[in-house]
């Protein structure tokens, strides 16, 4: 087991065709589950239970990352990692294109957004780390995705993250009505800009 733990810390992330390739047994992967040391993210997907916030990325999104390949962290979890709200998901909210199938995830809870594929591409943000790649909405996609989903996550969390980031260091207003075009929220966004910047 002391050669599996080895194995994991230098990996960090494992699945079970890997490890059996690897040569260890599933007697020992169950018995690592049953102590506590490794953490079972979905079927076939395993990690040290140690890890914590990586490189200033959550845990949770490089579960979420590794568990599906095509997610994209979104809506309020990345509204949150942008420091947009003071809102704290119990959730990790990710969106994949349609129509893409997605595993049953253990842990995180998560809440999945299924995209179309022009909605879906935009703004995507790559952070790596060391222990694999986070993709994440970058903060203006992030808006008007917010925008988009107002009747269903709160228009208050929409003005609040809007607000927030019209205060923030970088803020651009072309890239807010970009992305609300792509989005098809410009005639919504717009009468909140006027009142935010006025």
């Known amino acids: ?25 599933t007697r020992d992967i169950s018995n690592l589950l ?16 140690e890890i914590f916030d990586v490189d200033g990325v959550s845990t949770g ?14 809506l309020i979890s ?3 990692f942008y420091d947009l709200t003071t809102f704290n998901p119990s959730s990790i909210y990710v969106a994949v294109p349609q129509p893409c199938k997605i595993p049953q995830i253990i842990y995180p809870p998560i809440k999945a957004y299924y995209f179309s594929k ?23 996609k ?28 970088g803020f651009n207003i072309g890239k807010i009505i970009e992305y609300s075009k792509i989005c098809r929220v410009e005639k919504i966004i717009m009468p909140y800009l006027k009142v935010i910047v006025a």
């Open 1 to 25: 087991m002391k050669n599996l733990i080895k194995y994991l810390k230098h990996n960090r992330y494992a699945r079970m065709k890997e490890l059996k390739k690897a040569s260890f047994q």
């Open 34 to 49: 049953k102590e506590g040391i490794i953490h079972k993210i979905k079927p076939g997907l395993y990690r040290l239970e």
């Open 61 to 74: 999104f490089l579960d979420v990352c590794q568990a599906i390949p095509q997610g994209v962290i979104c």
């Open 78 to 80: 990345a509204l949150e």
């Open 118 to 140: 022009n909605i879906y591409q935009a703004g995507i943000e790559h952070i790596k780390t060391r222990y694999g790649t986070v993709k994440i909405y970058n903060r203006e």
């Open 142 to 169: 992030t808006i008007c995705d917010m925008f988009r989903y107002r009747n269903k996550l709160g228009e208050d969390l929409a003005f609040e993250g809007l607000k927030n980031y019209l205060n923030s260091r």
